[in-house]
């Protein structure tokens, strides 16, 4: 697994190859095997390919012209709607895209209570766990992948789409990769990690 970690990367280029389906469950059986606060599993996994993909892509793109032209869900990320329609060409060309919803997740516009915020953040890590998951089990199969938020740009959209109950959180493009990008930039060890380990002998 540490292979994985190093080996993974954001692919942005796929192959018109399709995935099997046993790789694809494969991979979906992984992001359910992650941990999960108070084991709510607070997940849901919803695969997209073919007809319902060309759907999946017009509400994208719905979403995008009405951030451009009308009221926009985001009005201060418009210096971003750019990488938003790259990401759009992205999810056209990979042959699976799997959504991501928090069942147990609230309507963005809902005012939480203190506790509830609480619990919405800890589903939230639970989710990004089995996505991240997914990605390193994806890499072990020779499957690219890109973990994608650029559907906020088209929430109302592709909610009125998915027409699913649960928070829509994230989606994931999968497919064979058509390029081989190199490693990117990381911070630096010691602007990252701070250590607090007053009488700890031995180190």
């Not at 390193?136 to 559907?151: H, Q, R, V």
């Amino acid at each position: 697994m540490i292979h994985a970690i190093d080996d993974r990367r954001s692919i942005r280029k796929f192959l018109d190859t399709s995935v099997p389906r046993d790789v694809i469950e494969e991979i979906l059986q992984s992001g359910m095997k992650a941990p999960s606060s108070k084991n709510r599993q607070p997940w849901k996994f919803i695969v997209v390919q073919g007809e319902e993909k060309e759907r999946m892509l017009r509400a994208f793109r719905q979403g995008l012209e009405r951030e451009e032209k009308r009221e926009a869900f985001l009005p201060q990320s418009r210096p971003y709607i750019g990488g938003a329609k790259y990401t759009l060409e992205i999810m056209a060309q990979a042959p699976v895209s799997v959504f991501v919803v928090n069942m147990l997740g609230k309507d963005l516009m809902t005012e939480l209570t203190t506790e509830e915020r609480v619990s919405e953040i800890c589903n939230i890590q639970s989710i990004g766990a089995s996505i991240q998951n997914m990605l390193l089990a994806a890499t072990e199969k020779g499957i690219g992948s890109l973990w994608i938020c650029d559907i906020y740009f088209a929430y109302p959209e592709l909610c009125e789409w998915l027409h699913s109950d649960g928070q829509l959180v994230a989606a994931v493009a999968f497919g064979y990769p058509n390029e081989q990008p190199g490693k990117r930039p990381r911070k630096a060890w010691e602007e990252t990690v701070e250590w607090r380990c007053t009488g700890v002998k031995d180190w």
